[in-house]
């Protein structure tokens, strides 16, 4: 699920006689998305899973909705001001079967990762943003991104972006999924691995919404990614995986708007 647009009031006043009251009128509108998704079995796989594909956005009244890259994690800001935001992230990483691999080269387990996230609106379409998370459980490595989108919109009609993103992760999660145990070479074959942390793969996305009507939509993303350096080496990649990863997703949307009056008490009308 991607991020939330921010929340407000729009204000609509009467005027009754005394004592005065005002009646507030807020609309948020929600789009909610589901559909289909492909990607790798997991980082430096071969093979690929297909799962489901969530999303959701809300904006304030008639605004447009915010724009989100496909890859974002999900993420609430705190702090937005002057085109910078910023705020914690929370993304999940499905595990790693030997039977995925097919080689018993260990098991990596679910892994939550929770950090952090910063992006500037550079201008009205080019977008930087840059995500650290720790993996909880799982990898237990550190892992981050920097990437920037390209942004073609009308409104809400459609919105269409393509950007770069470069990856970078610790020795904990590179070891935890291209290293090589010694126990792992004995089972395998294979000689021990130990990679080091740094840049392990640069990345394309794109992303897609487009409007089919007052309330239908469709969304869609394309992401390649080429590992680089030791995640590049790894004896896993090179006989069971592949540099090469490919993910895409396509669904519909559905937006709807909720409305909610409220009444303030007022003062007295003067003398």
């Known amino acids: ?5 921010c929340l407000a009031l729009v204000a609509v006043l009467a005027l009754p006689a005394s004592p005065a009251q005002a009646e507030e009128e807020s609309s948020r509108r929600f789009r909610v998305g589901l559909g289909a998704k492909f990607n790798p079995d997991y980082p430096g796989a071969d093979g690929y899973r297909i799962g489901p594909l969530f999303d959701l956005s809300i904006a304030k009244g008639d605004e447009a909705f915010e724009f989100e ?3 974002d994690s999900f993420d609430i800001a705190f702090v937005s001001s002057n085109g910078f935001t910023a705020g914690p992230v929370l993304n999940i990483q499905g595990s790693r079967k030997e039977s995925n691999v097919g080689a018993p080269v260990g098991k990596v387990a ?7 996230f910063a992006e500037f609106q550079v201008s009205e379409k080019i977008r930087l943003r840059g995500e650290v998370r720790k993996g909880i459980g799982g990898h237990d490595g550190v892992i981050s991104s920097l990437g920037a989108d390209y942004v073609w919109r009308d409104g809400d009609k459609y919105v269409f972006s393509l950007g770069p993103r470069v ?5 904990k999660y590179q070891r935890a999924y291209y290293g090589v145990s010694p126990q792992a070479a004995l089972a395998t074959g294979l000689p021990g ?11 394309a996305t794109s992303s897609l919404y487009r409007s089919l009507g007052p309330k239908w939509g469709m969304f869609g993303f394309a992401r390649y990614e ?3 350096g030791d995640s590049r080496k790894s004896p896993i990649v090179r006989e069971y995986g592949s540099v090469d990863q490919f993910s895409a997703g396509l669904g519909l949307t559905y937006t709807f708007t909720k409305r909610k009056r409220a009444r303030l008490a007022g003062e007295n009308a003067a003398d």
């Open 69 to 71: 890259a496909a890859d």
């Open 193 to 203: 691995y130990r990679p080091n942390g740094g840049i392990y793969a640069v990345a």
């Open 110 to 116: 679910t892994t939550i990762e929770a950090g952090g």
């Open 167 to 171: 990856l970078l992760a610790d020795s």
């Open 1 to 5: 699920m991607k991020g939330v647009a």
């Open 226 to 228: 080429r590992l680089m």
